[in-house]
């Protein structure tokens, strides 16, 4: 949840010649020596055209977790999230731990030298700090059939093998059934608690109503470490790198956070080569209660750019 909104940020435009364009997405193809080396596949790349655009093209899936905004027309709803495409001045809400959303672009991201990807989120400083960092996953379109059923990979950012980490983490939360209500949840820690209803947000149901079960829902992944300070005013730190909607000094700068394939790590914590990738999923990477005034830690993505385009 933010207090505040940033100014949309004045992109400019970029001019490339096809011959460079070429270079940074031609593919090589692997030799056994570089596929024992952990390169998971050498999967076809859906070249960038001229016409091609550095933005989300599509969304595939909204799933967030209970917040505030949830349900709601303007940052907790799908028309929120496929407004996301061709755009990085819209936004929506992931809600709490967990919560996702999954989208692509008209070609294939390439994993080029340096940051693949930037992320638009809504982070604030660096005197009045607020971050609400997400956890990057992608993956390559395995059995090209265009839709994200393929094996999925962690960006690994800079928190990754912090003793405060959890991977494999899973939460439920559950669902209250009536508007302006606490959502209980439990974890498989042993914890349990609730997604805060507050006095800002009591005609919606916190609950996602795009749920497939309408009573329970479950999310895992790994999670990060609070950051939350409290006392004067309340702050969020951020993380160092590899995470979205997390303030930092490149931020200002650019508009977005940077990511990078390169970090591409499997489900057991081993690093992975990619060549390129197709879809990404970002997920809200805090389980964390910011009180009655703020609400739950919940990311929010603002858009997406390829950075080799």
């Known amino acids: 949840m933010k207090i505040s909104y940033l100014p949309a940020i004045a992109l400019a435009t970029l001019f490339f010649s096809s011959s460079c364009r070429k270079e940074a997405l031609t593919g090589t193809l692997n030799s056994p020596e570089t596929a024992r080396a952990g390169i998971v596949s050498n999967v076809a790349v859906r070249q960038a055209t001229l016409t091609s655009s550095p933005l989300i093209s599509t969304v595939y899936t909204y799933m967030p977790a209970p917040g505030q905004y949830i349900n709601e027309s303007g940052l907790g709803s799908a028309a929120a999230a496929q407004a996301l495409v061709s755009s990085t001045t819209n936004m929506v809400s992931l809600g709490g731990y967990g919560g996702y959303i999954v989208f692509g672009f008209d070609h294939s991201v390439v994993n080029g030298t340096g940051a ?12 009045y ?3 609400e960092p997400g956890i990057v996953m992608v993956s390559q379109d395995v059995n090209a059939n265009g839709i994200p059923d393929d094996p999925w990979y962690e960006l690994a950012g800079s928190e990754y093998t912090a003793s405060g980490t959890v991977k494999n983490y899973r939460i439920t939360y559950y669902n209250p059934h009536a508007a302006g209500t606490n959502v209980n949840w439990t974890d498989n820690l042993g914890n349990s608690g609730y997604v805060q209803a507050n006095a800002f947000h009591t005609a919606n149901n916190y609950y996602p109503a795009m749920a497939p079960n309408q009573d329970s829902v479950t999310f895992t992944g790994t999670r990060l470490v609070n950051t ?3 006392g004067g005013i309340l702050t969020n730190l951020a993380f160092a790198w590899g995470y979205t909607d997390s303030y930092s000094s490149e931020y200002p700068t650019l508009g977005y956070n940077t990511v990078d394939i390169a970090n591409a790590v499997n489900a057991s914590g081993q690093p992975v080569t990619l060549n390129a990738i197709d879809f990404v999923k970002v997920y809200t990477g805090q389980n964390c209660n910011a009180g009655a005034m703020l609400g739950e830690i919940s990311t929010e993505v603002r858009g997406a750019r390829d950075l080799h385009l």
């Open 116 to 127: 693949d990807l930037g992320i638009y989120g809504n982070p604030s400083g660096p005197a």
């Open 228 to 230: 939350l300070v409290s």
């Open 129 to 131: 700090q607020w971050s």
